[in-house]
């Protein structure tokens, strides 16, 4: 089965620097990428998600980039902010697993004021 | 802006007994789905649900659970006989035919 990856596991960045996070997956029939931000005592909430047939997706501040053929994909945040600060999480979902989402093991990101 | 809804937001029960969780998943969604986490660990899929049948479970979905939607708006969790090991965020989550998961606030499920 697909295999997710992540790193960092905890990540600070001074206010209005960059944050990247990088995950790997496995399993080459990945074909969807999400990424969901979590705070504390709230479910996960998608931020940005990208699919197979694109190289690199931005929604103002925040980008995703993927390499099917390296089998990474990266989670860019700009200008970070303090609200930016969550466990953020990414996952893979593979076409051959049904809808079933393969999750990474998360990154603590702090933004320091 | 619709979301999943999920009722209790803590759960608490003793070892053995059983227990459910209920999710209402976003209205016109036709894919739900069950997930685990574990404090301070990484999300875990448990169940997906589609046409009124399971169409895939993890290892960790055993004779101990049990999905159902009962009616039309309703999708429940329900773990037989609890253990010790059950303590978790249970997050229910929906989605539609574009494959995009949207997750429930979750709920605390502790058994003591």
């Known amino acids: 089965g697909e295999n997710v990856e992540q790193h960092p596991s905890t990540l600070s960045v001074q206010e209005g620097d960059s944050a990247v996070i990088k995950c790997t997956y496995s399993?080459?029939?990945?074909?969807?990428f999400p990424w969901y931000k979590q705070e504390l005592g709230k479910g996960p909430q998608l931020i940005i998600d990208?699919?197979?047939?694109?190289g690199e997706k931005k929604d103002q501040r925040i980008a995703v980039t993927l390499n099917k053929t390296a089998k990474h994909f990266s989670l860019h945040i700009t200008e970070t902010q303090p609200e930016d600060s969550a466990v953020y999480f990414c996952a893979a979902l593979s076409a051959g697993a049904g809808n079933q989402f393969y999750f990474g093991t998360g990154t603590s990101l702090t933004v320091i004021p | 802006e619709p979301e999943v809804t999920q009722t209790p937001s803590h759960q608490v029960t003793q070892m053995g007994q059983e227990v459910i969780l209920r999710c209402v998943p976003i209205?016109?969604?036709?894919?739900f789905y069950w997930y685990r986490q574990i404090l301070g660990q990484k999300v875990e899929f448990l169940v997906s649900f589609y046409n009124n049948e399971i169409s895939e479970k993890s290892e960790i979905f055993d004779d101990q659970f049990s999905v159902e939607r009962p009616d039309g708006s309703n999708f429940t969790l329900k773990i037989r006989s609890t253990k010790l090991e059950d303590s978790a965020m249970y997050f229910c989550?929906?989605?539609?035919?574009?494959?995009?998961?949207?997750f429930g606030p979750g709920t605390r499920l502790t058994v003591l």
């Open positions: 209205s016109n969604h036709l894919y």
């Open positions: 990208i699919r197979s047939n694109v």
């Open positions: 989550a929906s989605s539609g035919s574009g494959g995009t998961q949207f």
């Open positions: 399993d080459s029939a990945s074909n969807y």
